[in-house]
């Protein structure tokens, strides 16, 4: 750290939403970033170094449909800068039994139109004419939205940390954190 004591940004913990947390600050703050993460850079102690997860519009509220559409563009924007593809779009399927949570594929259609994102309402049959492996019936409800794929998040994590550092980032990895702490003066520790 060249005995810089001083960071106006700090993240803790570079798994999948620090790392992209750490980047997105580096884009703007560059040197003022440091980066804490108690075990190795791509460890697996937690659920962050997995082979995917799940990118999609669809969700069942609107709070959170409102914010999907901008994580494509921010995937997007990483990709450019790393040169490298992220996300693999598949489509995605939700299906529940129509007697047991109907209701919940009729708040995915809900928040979906509420916000313009288009999918295909489809009963069971519909389903699985369109997709063979999906060996449901008509006592099923289903939603289709094309927009939809898995994220390589181990190499996400790793593309984020490496362009935050690019960045002019500080990235500490066996440093873990074990204070928080605010001062008098309204600064914060964190030791």
């Given amino acids: 750290m060249d005995g810089r004591s001083y960071f106006e940004y700090i993240v803790v913990g570079c798994g999948g939403v620090g790392s ?9 703050a560059g040197i003022d970033v440091l980066g804490l993460e108690q075990f190795e ?5 937690g659920g962050s170094q997995d082979h995917s ?5 669809a969700y069942h509220d609107n709070r959170y449909t409102k914010l999907t559409p901008d994580t494509y563009k921010a995937w997007e924007a990483v990709e450019k800068e790393a040169g490298l593809q992220l ?3 598949t489509g995605g399927v939700q299906f529940t039994r129509k007697d047991e949570m109907s209701h919940v594929i009729d708040a995915y259609a809900k928040a979906m139109a509420e916000n313009n994102i288009s999918f295909e309402r489809l009963t ?15 006592t099923y409800d289903t939603i289709y939205q094309p927009i939809a794929g898995l994220v390589d998040a ?6 984020h940390i490496q362009l935050a550092r690019a960045n002019g980032a500080t990235v500490l990895e066996h440093c873990p954190v074990q204070k928080i ?10 030791c």
Avoid: C
């Fill in 41 to 45: 850079l791509g460890h697996h102690n």
């Fill in 124 to 138: 069971g049959s519909q389903l699985r004419a369109k997709f063979p492996q999906f060996e449901i019936d008509d």
């Fill in 87 to 89: 996300v693999y779009n």
């Fill in 154 to 159: 181990a190499l996400a994590n790793s593309v």
């Fill in 20 to 28: 992209g947390t750490l980047y997105w600050l580096s884009t703007k």
């Fill in 181 to 190: 702490e605010k001062l008098p003066n309204g600064r914060v520790l964190v």
């Fill in 53 to 57: 997860r799940i990118i999609r519009l």
